[in-house]
């Protein structure tokens, strides 16, 4: 990984029932905030909020969801590569993808390199008990990872909910993550979204890149912003407040793991991903594996 400066960016989706004309329009609002956020930070990296084309709530059928979105590579994100194309940027976009087959649609992020190529594709594996198809929603989860090597470094990616699981990001930092990025429309606290954003950054040792979505979407459904950027040690050096814009920070490798704390003379000693335990994870993977739920009542 090379030192670079990264941006998220958060926007509230266009409202009104979805139409292409509604994911048009935000599309161009994606573009419009690419274009002014790297013409003020000079970003080599944009991060856009999870479901930016239509929204996360989406007021419609599952299958008239998959008739306004595209599969991917494809028309719901070629604005997109146009613009990270034009700009010479890396960005990562939140939007829903079509399936196999009409009615499947999954919750995805894409990574596209400055040519405008798709570098990546993510499909978000842990929906929210809200969307997830199973609970009556309109998601059909993943069942894969994605790292992505960028001449930036080797980027994750994970979304929203996703970033509960432990595992998920644990995984990438094994493949050699350096930065994981979290597109996000979270519908819970911001002592949550910021809580978890810092604990996998600070389990892996990693920079995590959290774009949430802010305003309201097609089903009225309030979002809160303060998207930020995390370091290898979980302190946020960047963070947004609730209406639309931008945060941006320099992620430098040699100062990921410098000192204990921000700002300290102590080094840091440890290293989460060195140190683990293999023996007693090897140990207890059938617990791992194990289906569980909570004990307290739901």
Not at 106 to 122: A, C, Q, R, W
Request: net charge negative.
């Amino acid at each position: 990984m090379r030192a670079f400066t990264a941006a998220a960016v958060q926007i509230a989706p266009v409202t009104g029932p979805l139409s292409p004309e509604v994911v048009r329009k935000n599309l161009d609002k994606c573009v419009d905030f690419t274009r002014r956020c790297v013409a003020d930070t000079g970003a080599e990296l944009v991060v856009l909020p999870e479901s930016a084309t239509t929204g996360f709530t989406p007021d419609c059928s599952t299958e008239e969801l998959w008739d306004l979105v595209s599969e991917l590579p494809g028309p719901v994100v070629e604005p997109i590569q146009d613009v990270a194309r034009e700009l010479g940027v890396h960005v990562c976009v939140g939007t829903y993808e079509r399936g196999p087959e009409r009615g499947i649609v999954y919750n995805s992020s894409v990574l596209i390199d400055p040519t405008g190529e798709v570098l990546g594709i993510y499909r978000k594996t842990h929906p929210f008990c809200t969307e997830h198809v199973d609970g009556g929603g309109w998601v059909t989860p993943g069942d894969t990872v994605a790292v992505c090597d960028t001449e930036l470094g080797r980027i994750g990616m994970i979304i929203c909910f996703d970033g509960d699981y432990p595992e998920l990001s644990r995984i990438q930092a094994v493949q050699g993550a350096e930065v994981i990025l979290r597109p996000s429309a979270l519908l819970r606290s911001a002592d949550v979204w910021e809580l978890t954003s810092r604990a996998r950054a600070y389990d892996n040792h990693v920079f995590v890149v959290g774009a949430n979505a802010t305003g309201t979407d097609a089903a009225g459904v309030l979002y809160f912003g303060n998207s930020h950027i995390v370091t290898p040690i979980g302190h946020i050096v960047a963070k947004a407040a609730s209406h639309e814009g931008w945060v941006s920070a320099r992620l430098d490798p040699a100062e990921g793991l410098k000192s204990l704390t921000p700002g300290s003379n102590i080094r840091q000693g440890f290293d989460h991903l060195r140190d683990r335990n293999l023996d007693l994870i090897r140990k207890h993977r059938a617990d791992l594996e194990r289906p569980a739920e909570s004990p307290f009542e739901h």
